[in-house]
């Protein structure tokens, strides 16, 4: 049974096919079976002014310009606008797609003291954003170590309680033991009172022989007594056992005892003998300490410092350290000093020669510091009179580095001191202008000197300027600290330069600060606090007193459009206009040259363009306009400059220019009728491949005084010498026969199979789907406000250049329009056979004149019908059939 279908993508072809763009492949086809169904495939719409817009006539006139810097001259040089002019506002009238094309040869200042602002702003900018600012350094810091209590119970443990001691032994017996009593300070021990221990503390004595000797003696029991309590007992295990008493948590005074008892292998009066002996463990207490000081070794501070990366270094004014160590309230009797020693990597070195009191300001006058870390390492020391001392947590010891002045500073600056400006005048310039003369020419330098004042002249800034081109020579000037000061340095005196010699035009500043080292470029500067922010900076303005500028003392200005060697590439545009018996209607062109600072000079320019054009014939000129100097043009009469120059008044490019063409500018016409002469439109209809535009001017001999551009300038009136081309570019057309114009050809689109298959291939999927597709009918409703085209038609071709089948009208006449096209089953089977199927849209256009009105477009809403037998779903990409 057959049935009315919707095919949503393989029909997708039709629609490329109405629009003749881009036919390409697509994926997979589906074909359901259904009652009735719509089967909509979209809008399509194509716009003259975005097809044809002034974008890609930009892109025409530039794009094969090789040199960059040449191409990005040309761009800034040239603009494309839309263009209504007065005339064509009239709401009721339909507008033209109208482009205007305005080409400045030359936009030069007669303002000579404008390239003087150039020259002082370029320094000034590079000053400006080079400024010279610092810091001083902030070195206010401070850290704080703790000194464990254990190191402080080491020197204790060592200064009371360690120690060797000679002892005699009135008599020893061989048959029994010997006591041997020994008080404390008799062994030793010295400078307490009372000692109390924590936990795991011992007294260690080890008893040896005074005098070597073969006999054996040996201590097998030992006491430690305080008055009648026993303190701790000890037994030995072996002749030469050290004698340890357990003092855990027991207390010591200096009236406590040891009884020694000594056997002998014979009996033996007056012994000498060596007492060795050692503290070990926990004081929890002392008091009545009375010794030796003690001292403990502080762990090494480093200090970074976090200041300003260009700080060199600096000579300090004033400074102090400070160390304080913070003891715990119940000590009494005990006073810590300090010997100190503070020192940087190649920078501040400083070493206390003995103990000083805790907490004594250490001066750092005089001595430098560097940017790198400040190490502080100490020793402390501890005196004792009398004094009591508790086992507590670890002492806090705060070191402190402060400086508040410094003599100097020295620090590195990110940039450069030296400020150049080196240019050559614009070509501009040396086209058109032959030379200046001076009075004199002047360099004004402000510095704003933002240093504080030293003594004297310390912080005085110096500052050069020389310039070769302007015979300056170098010259020094004074800016005193803290204040802003203004210096004129001249030069130039009755100086001429002549343009086209190409001089070089030199600025040279040069600041010299303070102290400044120009091997190493650091600055110094003095009489600095601490954290003090400095800057200074300058500026510069070249004033030219100038007496006489002389524009084209009779030279010729020689130029071309494009500036280097290539040629507008208009191949394209010629072969789709050839091929559709296509001629242009007018291109207005004018010309313009002049400047108000040139009114009453009676100037007389004389002007030649003309156009070089290639094809496969070869090349031709074709003269456009040409004044009196050529004989060939002697009817061609001097335009006079006029006053008016020619701004195109546009803020935004976006907006159409809806002015006139300047009623001073010059229209090109030809002005002999014969084969030397052209129009734009001329040249376009003989379909060149290729376009060059030259142009020559001779102003003769003017010259300008100073008192002509300041009249101007007082009037705010405009001082520039301006030369330039205008083109009106209205689309338009005569059809010279009846003819036809491909969508493709005018889309420059790539044609390839809209199946994607390449010759010489088959497809099995298109294959299937032509056997159940018994026809198919596109309906399209079309709106066509181009103004072109008696009807549109769909033709194919195969590889010998035969129509697969007869053209298929898709549209007659200029408005809004329905239309059905049918393909039969056959004419499906042939387009099926062909390979590659490349359709196209062919427009019909009668002979005639037309135009492209402004908001033409052409709109299509395209559906499908078609018949077939079957439900079935085809993968264009190779996958599996379902």
Not at 52 to 77: F, G, P, V
Not at 137 to 144: A, D, F, L, V
Not at 407 to 420: G, I
Request: glycine share 4%; charged share 25%; aromatic share 8%.
């Amino acid at each position: 049974m057959k049935n009315i279908i919707k095919l949503s993508i393989p029909l997708t072809f039709l629609v490329s096919l109405f629009f003749a763009c881009s036919f390409k492949p697509f994926n997979k086809i589906q074909i359901k079976v259904q009652p009735t169904l719509e089967a909509p495939l979209g809008v399509r719409e194509f716009s003259a002014n975005s097809y044809l817009s002034k974008e890609k006539i930009q892109k025409i006139l530039t794009d094969k310009t090789k040199d960059e810097k040449t191409k990005a001259n040309t761009i800034k040089r040239i603009a494309v606008y839309d263009y209504i002019p007065k005339s064509e506002q009239d709401p009721n009238r339909k507008k033209q797609l109208r482009y205007l094309i305005h080409y400045s040869i030359t936009d030069i200042d007669l303002n000579f003291d404008n390239y003087a602002d150039v020259i002082g702003d370029t320094l000034s900018a590079e000053m400006e954003e080079q400024q010279i600012s610092f810091v001083t350094p902030k070195i206010e810091t401070s850290q704080t170590v703790h000194i464990p209590f254990s190191d402080i119970n080491t020197g204790l443990l060592n200064a009371i309680g360690k120690g060797k001691n000679s002892l005699s032994i009135p008599r020893v017996s061989k048959s029994s033991l010997t006591q041997v009593p020994a008080n404390l300070l008799d062994i030793g021990f010295k400078g307490f009172q009372k000692l109390e221990f924590g936990e795991n503390s011992s007294l260690i004595i080890t008893v040896t022989r005074g005098v070597p000797s073969q006999d054996f003696y040996a201590v097998e029991k030992a006491t430690l007594m305080n008055g009648s309590e026993t303190v701790a007992r000890w037994n030995g295990t072996a002749p030469t056992d050290p004698i340890r008493f357990n003092l855990s948590n027991k207390s010591l005074s200096p009236s406590a005892t040891i009884n020694l008892m000594v056997k002998s292998n014979k009996d033996e009066s007056n012994i000498p003998i060596q007492v060795a002996y050692k503290l070990e463990g926990k004081i929890k207490k002392a008091e009545g300490i009375t010794i030796d000081p003690i001292e403990v070794s502080i762990p090494e501070i480093s200090f970074p410092l976090d200041i300003d990366k260009k700080f060199q270094s600096a000579k300090i004014a004033v400074g102090e350290a400070k160390m304080q160590a913070i003891l715990p309230a119940a000590w009494k009797g005990i006073i810590p000093n300090i010997k100190r020693s503070i020192q940087q990597t190649d920078g501040l070195y400083f070493r206390d020669p003995g103990f000083t009191p805790s907490n004594t300001a250490l001066s750092l006058t005089n001595q430098t510091v560097n940017k790198n870390p400040i190490n502080v390492s100490a020793t402390m020391q501890i005196v004792f009179n009398n004094a009591t001392i508790t086992e507590t947590e670890p002492i806090p010891l705060q070191t402190e580095i402060k400086i508040e002045k410094f003599d100097s500073v020295s620090f590195k600056p990110e940039h450069n001191l030296e400020y150049k400006y080196k240019q050559k005048f614009s070509q501009d310039v040396q086209k058109w202008l032959t030379a200046i003369e001076f009075n004199k020419v002047i360099a004004e330098i402000e510095i704003q000197n933002g240093l504080p004042q030293g003594s004297g002249s310390e912080n005085t800034i110096k500052t050069t300027a020389k310039s070769k081109a302007f015979n300056i020579p170098e010259t020094t000037e004074e800016f005193p600290a803290d204040k802003t000061t203004t210096k004129k340095i001249e030069g130039g005196k009755n100086l001429k330069i002549k343009f086209g010699r190409n001089p070089d035009i030199d600025f040279t500043v040069k600041i010299f600060p303070p102290g400044y080292d120009e091997v190493n470029k650091t600055i110094t500067v003095y009489n600095i606090s601490s954290g003090q922010e400095l800057s200074f900076k300058g500026k510069v303005k070249i004033i030219f007193d100038w007496k006489t500028l002389t524009v084209d003392s009779g030279q010729t200005v020689k130029d071309s459009y494009p500036e280097d060697s290539t040629y507008i590439d208009l191949s394209e545009v010629s072969a789709i206009l050839k091929k559709s018996h296509l001629k242009i209607h007018e291109i207005p062109a004018y010309f313009y040259i002049g400047s108000p600072a040139l009114k009453d000079k009676k100037v007389k320019p004389k002007v030649k363009i003309w156009a070089n054009t290639t094809n496969s014939t070869g090349e031709k000129q074709k003269i456009i306009m040409a004044s009196n100097n050529d004989p060939a043009t002697a009817d061609y009469v001097e335009k006079e400059v006029k006053e008016k120059s020619l701004p195109i008044p546009l803020a935004d490019e976006k907006i159409p220019y809806t002015g006139e063409i300047p009623e001073n500018a010059v229209k090109l016409k030809k002005e002999k009728d014969n084969n030397a002469w052209a129009t734009f439109m001329d040249i376009i209809n003989e379909y060149p491949e290729s376009l060059k535009i030259y142009y020559e001017f001779d102003l003769g001999e003017i010259i300008l005084n100073k008192e002509d551009i300041k009249l101007l300038l007082d009037k705010d009136r405009n001082t520039k010498l301006q030369a330039d081309i205008l083109i009106d570019v209205p689309v338009g057309f005569e059809v010279t026969e009846d003819s036809t114009l491909s969508f493709a050809d005018i889309m420059d689109e790539k044609r390839t199979d809209i199946f994607g298959r390449e010759q010489g291939s088959t497809s099995s999927t298109v294959d299937t789907i032509s056997q159940y597709l018994h026809s198919v009918l596109l309906c399209a409703k079309v709106e066509n406000t181009t103004g072109l085209a008696s009807a549109f038609t769909l033709q194919a071709f195969d590889k010998d250049k035969k129509p697969i089948f007869d053209p298929k009208e898709l549209m007659v006449g200029q408005a809004s329009n329905e239309a059905q096209i049918l393909f039969t089953g056959q004419e499906l089977q042939k387009i099926k056979d062909t390979i590659p199927f490349i359709p196209e849209i062919v427009m019909k256009i009668p002979k005639g004149n037309y135009y492209i009105e402004r908001d033409a477009k052409l709109k299509a809403n395209l559906s499908i019908i078609a018949n077939t037998d079957i439900d079935y779903t085809y993968d264009m990409t190779g996958s599996k059939e379902h």
